[in-house]
């Protein structure tokens, strides 16, 4: 008799489903900011029961939960020096949020700055594996 081993699933995903897995992260992410940063502009001050009864704030903490799960499944596969850097592409769509839903300003430097995030994850994706 072999002694009982723990077993791994059989399902493993592919680079492109890892990939898939960490672009949806960066969505979840860009929800959970945009729910926490709605929430901040609902209270006048920080309570505890401010906090507590916030179900804006709750909620993106949830998508930030969700967007830790699918990071989890994508690096039980993937590369972490190719998937971690295309997480930074939550700052372009946060920037993109920022401008377009709150009203925030595009500066010559953050535009700059987040074609740099998008040139650099390009470029990664171009490298050999």
């Known amino acids: ?59 993106g903490l949830a998508l930030y939960g969700i967007s830790t799960g699918l990071l989890i499944l994508a690096l039980r596969d993937g590369e972490l020096s190719l998937l971690y850097p295309v997480i930074s592409l939550t700052y372009v769509w946060v920037t993109i949020l920022s401008v377009t839903v709150f009203d925030e300003r595009l500066t010559l430097a953050k535009a700059v700055g987040v074609s740099i995030i998008v040139l650099g994850v390009a470029l990664l994706g171009k490298g050999p594996r």
């Open 1 to 59: 008799m072999e002694p009982a081993t723990p077993q791994r699933d059989s399902f493993r995903f592919t680079h492109h489903h890892s990939l898939l897995l960490v672009f949806f992260c960066t969505l979840f992410g860009v929800g959970a900011q945009f729910l926490i940063k709605t929430s901040a502009n609902q209270m006048a001050s920080i309570t505890l029961e401010s906090l507590l009864t916030n179900w804006a704030l709750w909620g």
